[in-house]
């Protein structure tokens, strides 16, 4: 066990932590922008950084395509090469295997697949996964698993993840052990309680670093997936980081910290920046809207982030006219920078004892469902 | 006369020179930027600033179309609806609506023409562009002229130079002046002697803040522009500064710099940072070449940008082969921050008597034509 988590407080089934690793400390509970090819799409590092964004998902599917492992240890790891010096987790590739690549065949030693990029065949197993990982200089690495189709029968769910634990065996034994590097555990079971139950017992039993909640936002939908979240993190370790995986929508997030989640990551803020929606207090917005045409007004009212400091809507809805990469860089620049604010709203409300009431004017404000509430 | 221009300093036929405007002063020799639809593309306005560029260039076809100059000006003008709050010169709109509009029409009173946006229809006269520049609120008013197209014949390129001459007269007559915003006058005889001095004779006796020489860099090729640039600039009055539109390359700018030029505008280093082209001092490489894959060194040693100070050779060359955004911002950085470094270099030459040194040393590396120099 290589990584330190402090459990700061709790409120409910809400914790406020803080996980320690080699690269630095990561303030729970966390948001994760994702930097599927060695950057987020769109913005430099420095700027990620100044959203307060403490930790960034490198995926592994990807990077072992393009650049590969190797060059990318070669050049002295992630960190170095995409000039992050913060922390990275990085994602085992199943699940990129399973939604991206060709011509996948899955068998209890692994997986082969062909590459999306040309066609190139590869075969991913646990210690593979371990090895890449390593390689990348990850400092929380995650189990090769399965991540079992959205609907799937009870059987089709059992087998599934009885096989993720075994992978989760083979990954734990495979995985190189180092100080402020860490190994998680991914509890499957779709959302039969007692195959969840199954799965975080056996996890429990291997040990690992931290946790977390796989095969969720797969297409359930946030009541199903609530319904999960009600049982699901309360089984796994108490000391230890539980983490949902690609998740998800600002009130997702939400709604599972109050579940007791302490990590997320999800494409939401940095690809909706490059399909001109924009995260809002009030919710989302379509900058190509007119009606934001001839609006002197920032994006949003006491935003930090440089769109909302130095813009008008109406020069952001021009960019977007004009396909101008601007436009992308600004807006996910300030949905990122939503997304750790919101972040930032939670640790202090946990930390002032104001969750509900935080939670409560959240959902409220949301629900106004526009911009310009009336 | 609302622009203050001094000349520092003279070594042969080049200046050392500032121009005063109301929003700053430009150190002569200048590159600027372009920044076509209100945007330097793919850049924050504050990196290009930092790469010490002191002003930009807009283009008033762009903006004309999209978003509008009423809409600019209801906005409080192009340098707050852009968040740019130095210096901005725009171009008339004339040589755009030549190389990239439908349908055009000349005559006398102006040019009949449909947006390449939406196919409608626009009347641009030198009136109609002196009030959309005014909107702009640009310190540098270009007058509308023809740009002559190459080759012409001497009749073509006589009729259209007297032609461009009475609307320089409808311009300056249409220009509102005021304390530090100016109107340049732009010379044009294609590449015949005797009209681009009567062009001259007849700017010179109507007056103006600046005198650019136009219709030149449209596929006559460095030698021939190097021609008239032998006797064109010095037609011009000493005390006011000349700009050489459209150019160029970097080896086209320390030429012209040599034949008495001291602004430049070009689309090549924003352009070139779209097409993985990088500028560096022996000449142009392209970053997606293999040859860059493993390679750990910065693009260029001793180059301020964050492109070389941050990352490898191999990291842009990933993000090229990924068709990342984060690519193209670098890039673009990386080459406007080089045409400002060649900028300051000249500026110093000149400056501490050693322009021929400056110039032999730039001409013979870039000869050596590659990256890697043997």
Not at 68 to 81: N, P, R, S, W, Y
Not at 86 to 113: A, C, H, N, W, Y
Not at 134 to 142: A, G, R, V, Y
Not at 170 to 193: C, H, M, P, T
Request: charged share 25%; net charge neutral; glycine share 10%.
């Amino acid at each position: 066990m290589s990584l330190k988590f402090e459990v700061l407080k709790k409120t409910g089934k809400t914790r406020l932590g803080k996980l320690h690793t080699k690269h630095g400390t990561i303030d729970t509970p966390a948001f994760m922008p994702v930097g599927t090819a060695g950057t987020v799409k769109a913005m430099m590092p420095e700027s990620v950084a100044s959203t307060g964004a403490q930790i960034l998902l490198g995926n592994t599917y990807h990077l072992m395509l393009r650049p590969g492992a190797d060059l990318v240890e070669k050049m002295g790891g992630l960190h170095k090469f995409m000039n992050w010096d913060k922390p990275i987790l990085t994602d085992s590739g199943g699940f990129q295997v399973m939604s991206l690549s060709g011509l996948r065949k899955l068998t209890e030693e692994g997986v082969t697949f062909k590459s999306h990029v040309d066609g190139k065949k590869f075969f991913l197993t646990p210690e593979k996964s371990m090895e890449i990982q390593h390689k990348l200089d990850s400092n929380i690495t995650m189990c090769l698993d399965e991540c079992t189709p959205y609907p799937a029968t009870y059987t089709q769910a059992q087998d599934s993840m009885k096989m993720s634990m075994r992978w989760a065996k083979r990954s734990k034994e495979a995985f190189v052990d180092r100080e402020g590097y860490g190994l998680f555990g991914i509890q499957q079971g779709n959302v039969f309680e007692d195959l969840r139950q199954e799965s975080a017992d056996k996890l429990r039993e291997i040990g690992f670093d931290g946790y977390a909640i796989g095969g969720l936002a797969v297409g359930e939908g946030q009541e199903e997936m609530f319904k999960v979240l009600d049982y699901a993190p309360s089984m796994l370790p108490e000391d230890k980081p539980r983490y949902l995986m690609g998740v998800g929508r600002p009130d997702d997030i939400v709604g599972a910290v109050l579940r007791g989640v302490d990590m997320f990551d999800c494409v939401m803020p940095t690809r909706s920046g490059r399909t001109a929606q924009a995260f809002t207090k009030y919710g989302t917005v379509n900058i190509r809207n007119a009606r934001h045409r001839e609006d002197h007004r920032p994006l949003a009212e006491g935003c930090s982030c440089p769109l909302c400091q130095n813009y008008s809507r109406a020069y952001l809805h021009h960019l977007q006219k004009c396909n101008e990469v601007l436009a992308i860089m600004l807006l996910t620049w300030h949905n990122i920078q939503y997304y750790q604010d919101l972040m930032k709203g939670l640790r202090n409300a946990i930390q002032e004892d104001k969750l509900q009431a935080f939670a409560d004017e959240f959902y409220a404000n949301q629900a106004k469902g526009d911009i310009d509430p009336l």
